[in-house]
């Protein structure tokens, strides 16, 4: 994607993937951008200034206190001067500092002092990246506002494997243009469901499933990012909700049918992440059930319950439907009978016997399947295949013959 005539302001920070650095900016600057890099005081011991301003052409900033430079307040003139800032690689150390702002050296303070984008690709060890403290500082850069590209799942230096690697320079790049496009979702609502759902036996009992609704979290988040208004219904999880998104949170199936019927007509898009209870007990019992000395077990009497994806699906008027399959066996082709069944515009289907990409999991992978054909995401967080899958959806709006979709609302976004 062209950044021609943007103006980059690069801050290398102190991760192994800082080697990384002279060709993105190499890719940054093929694309037609032009680029000012800042280096941190431990990016300095992993990267050659010299080879950076050999790339940029520009003298590379590393110190608030270059007399030269700061004569003219020169940390608010670069702040001013940039289109956008990307930190990358960002390391666990940057974001949280950027997170409780902090403004002790030249990078975070013209940070502070932007009013740009600004842009992140994490560079860290997987149990750097998964520790709670790391989560925490996301879900506030996220919240205010900052853009976090990756970061990739693979091998990392320290020998672990998982979600921590930074993107590949070219990847960055590519992703950096986008945040210069008018956001894909923009005027449209978007209704999204998520977690599992409990269906009562008695007063303290209840049937559920393994859903931690990390995948319809992120979802919203990424409708949310690409410009949408989002209401996200939710069965019950420990989870923060996405900066900017409407939740509703309900217990039952039943529940969850009725909120999001009741909310049917007011999208344009719904994406059913839950996973729904397919049965629940015919009755609950009032009291709780006692053991009372038995041997030979209970026998549960189980009812269907409502179709919330294939009801939206017949909706007189309905919106854009995607519906998730969560498989254990011949996942690909249930996945398409199901699509078809259900007359699904995009079914999303992954196989949840494979551990790493199953429930609870920090990671996935999935197929997309509709009627012009099926994509395979590969294994990445849950962020990245949920942007992804944001992506496909707005790619299948844009093809539709002018009409095909439902009227796009213009509303206000906070």
Known sequence: MSLQGKRILLGVTGGIAAYKTPELVRQLTSRGAEVQVVLTRAARELVSPAALQAVSSKPVRTDLWD???????????????????????????????????????????LCLAAICPLVLAPAMNVRMWEHAATVRNRERLRGDGVRLLGPGVGPQACGDHGPGRMLEPEEIAEALGGIFVPPRLAGRSVLVTAGPTREPLDPVRYVSNHSSGRQGFAVAGAARAAGARVCLVTGPVSLPTPPGVERIDVITAEEMHDAVQARLTDCDIFIGVAAVADFRPEAAAEQKIKKRG???????????????????????????????????????????????????????????????IGFDSETNAVTLISASGETVLPIAPKAEIARQLIEHIADQLDARPLGAARKVRMPALD
């Open 67 to 109: 007399s030269a430079a700061e004569a003219g307040m020169g940390h608010i003139e670069l702040a001013r001067w940039a289109d956008a800032i990307l930190i990358a690689p960002a390391t666990a150390h940057t974001l949280a500092r950027l997170a409780t702002g902090v403004a002790d050296d030249l990078l975070s303070t």
């Open 294 to 356: 038995r041997n030979d077990g209970i026998v549960l009497s189980l009812v269907q319950n409502p179709d919330i994806i294939a009801s939206v699906a017949r909706a007189a008027n309905p919106p854009f439907t995607v519906g998730f399959a969560a498989e254990t066996e011949d996942a690909l082709d249930n996945a398409r009978e199901k699509r078809r069944r259900k007359g699904l515009d995009v079914i999303v289907v992954n196989d949840v016997t494979d551990r790493r």
